[in-house]
Nanobody, 126 residues
Framework: QVQLVESGGGLVQAGGSLRLSCAAS????????MGWFRQAPGAEREFVAS????????YYTESMKGRFTISRDNAKNTVYLQMNSLKPEDTAVYYC???????????????????WGQGTQVTVSS
């Protein structure tokens, strides 16, 4: 089992930045590719980004590339999502997830992830 706990969400004005963190415990963190998803009210869960096991390879949803950056620190068992130039449409609950699949293979498919955090709310005001 892998336990994932997100933090860092909150209320921010449009144009602002937030850095989300996801702390993992349980099995060996570096065995897992990690992903971030988000879900707005009434919407399906949406893929944001994924990162490979050692952190050198990343993959993004095209619309978020350039504004969001995923990274990881295996020594701290933590994955991050740096979000810049936030827009009201970025408002959602953000989830991190872990999987044994490679970071880019069907990265946007939630069912390919084995473990999920409880989510952290991000609200962007206009």
């Amino acid at each position: 089992q892998v336990q994932l706990v997100e933090s860092g969400g909150g209320l921010v004005q449009a144009g602002g930045s937030l850095r989300l963190s996801c702390a993992a415990s349980g099995r060996t963190f570096s065995n897992y590719a990690m992903g971030w998803f988000r879900q707005a009210p009434g919407a399906e869960r949406e893929f944001v980004a994924s990162i490979g096991r050692i952190g050198t390879n990343t993959y993004y949803t095209e619309s978020m590339k350039g504004r969001f950056t995923i990274s990881r620190d295996n020594a701290k068992n933590t994955v991050y999502l740096q979000m810049n130039s936030l827009k009201p449409e970025d408002t959602a609950v953000y989830y991190c997830a872990a999987r044994l699949w490679p970071y880019s293979v069907r990265a946007g498919v939630p069912s390919t992830y084995d473990y999920w955090g409880q989510g952290t709310q991000v609200t962007v005001s206009s």
